[in-house]
């Protein structure tokens, strides 16, 4: 029971976590009047939680190994009430994007923790573990648009929301801080492991980041252009291609939910992975083959289900497997190559849209889950290999 305790704090630091994520986007008249800048201004500040993110995430991994899991939860959820006090709390354009900076740090320390010390609480079912950490990421976007529309009926201060926000995380720091948590099996070096070649190890790591960046690439293409491409390339009315994010969102919530219950009952991870791309890809066969209102949708829903409903966090599940005595160093290989395509895929894609159309972005996304499948099936096979090695090595010792 107390391990489910535990998880269940972790799980709500990422609540407010995806709050964190849209609160910027969302209050942008608001931030521009109080910064004295314009809507870019306030992109500025933006992507700075990119750069945070990117700049602390492997070495954070590397020392949650080291020095334990708790640590960065708890400095995780510091870092982000720093965020949200000083944000609301400043005039500076310069400042906020030091808060912004302070704010990409604190998920990279509160998933450094976080992702190794679930794949410790829950060794039998690694997968849906970590795969319910998108369930309360979509749960802290969905309810905050609904915590701004009442603040705004009510006429308070739009400043209410960050405080709330940091007041959460400041009572989930005090009760991670009190609460005794169980201690986490020791993972053990397996004899197979210890006997691999540090080529293949690292073919491993690089097929898993690679996959880390496309499988954050093929969907954030898609959540970013899904809308213009309802109605520029399927004839949409403006108000319908903008409810085809409604459908994605519907999806990868009820994805989160399905892939747990499957996993649990009859589905390997490297199955599922597998299933996963195939359907994501086929997907996007579709929609650009058939660019009709009803497709658009439909694709919407399932491509949400399959492809933003933990397909990230099911193949760092697998990866830590892999790397038993190595979580947090995976975890800050793999979520780095991802935050590097946040970076990198929309310049891409400002050039495909400028020199082509949004059918041409798409396609783009057909390729790289394209590349997706090939990595999937891959990541299976080794996975397969290092499962058989494992059962030969015990029959052996």
Avoid at 321 to 350: D, M, W
């Amino acid at each position: 029971m107390r391990r489910y305790l535990n998880a269940l704090f972790l799980y709500l630091n990422y609540c407010i976590h995806g709050m964190a994520i849209i609160i910027l986007a969302l209050h942008m008249p608001d931030l521009s009047k109080q910064w004295g800048t314009d809507a870019a201004g306030v992109s500025v500040v933006i992507s700075s939680l990119g750069l945070g993110r990117l700049s602390v995430l492997y070495v954070a991994g590397i020392l949650s190994d080291r020095f334990g899991r708790r640590p960065f939860v708890l400095l995780g959820g510091l870092t982000y009430i720093c965020f949200f006090l000083g944000i609301v709390n400043t005039e500076s354009l310069t400042t906020a994007y030091v808060c912004g900076f302070l704010a990409g740090c604190a998920n990279s320390f509160l998933d450094a923790g976080t992702y190794p010390r679930l794949l410790e609480l829950f060794p039998r079912s690694p997968g849906p573990a970590v795969i319910m950490i998108k369930a309360f990421v979509s749960l802290g976007q969905g309810l905050l648009p609904f915590i701004i529309a009442w603040l705004a009926w009510s006429g308070l201060w739009f400043g209410w929301c960050f405080v709330a926000a940091a007041a959460g995380l400041a009572i989930n720091f005090i009760v991670i801080l009190c609460i005794s948590s169980p201690q986490a099996e020791r993972p053990r070096r397996t004899l197979e492991r210890k006997r691999e070649t540090g080529t293949a190890a690292w073919l491993d790591v690089t097929c898993y980041a690679l996959f880390g960046y496309v499988g954050m690439a093929t969907f954030q293409l898609v959540s970013n252009w899904l809308a213009q491409y309802g109605e520029l390339i399927a004839g949409m009315p403006r108000d319908g291609a903008l409810r085809l994010l409604s459908f994605y969102t519907a999806g990868s919530l009820i994805g989160v939910f399905l892939s747990s219950a499957a996993l649990r009952t009859f589905l390997k991870p490297r199955v599922m992975l597998v299933l996963c791309t195939t359907v994501s890809f086929l997907s996007l066969v579709a929609v650009t083959l058939f660019p009709t209102p009803l497709v658009v949708t439909c694709f919407a829903f399932v491509f949400g289900v399959f492809a933003a409903g933990g397909v990230l966090q099911l193949g760092l599940a697998l990866l830590a497997a892999q790397f038993p005595e190595a979580k947090g160093r995976a975890t800050g290989i793999y979520y780095s190559a991802g935050s590097i395509a946040t970076f990198s895929i929309p310049l891409v894609t400002a050039w495909i849209s400028r020199h082509d159309s949004v059918m041409g972005i798409f396609l783009f996304d057909a390729a790289i889950a394209f590349t997706g499948v090939l990595l999937a099936c891959f990541i299976a096979w080794r996975s397969r290999q290092a499962e058989l090695a494992q059962k030969v090595a015990e029959q052996t010792a």
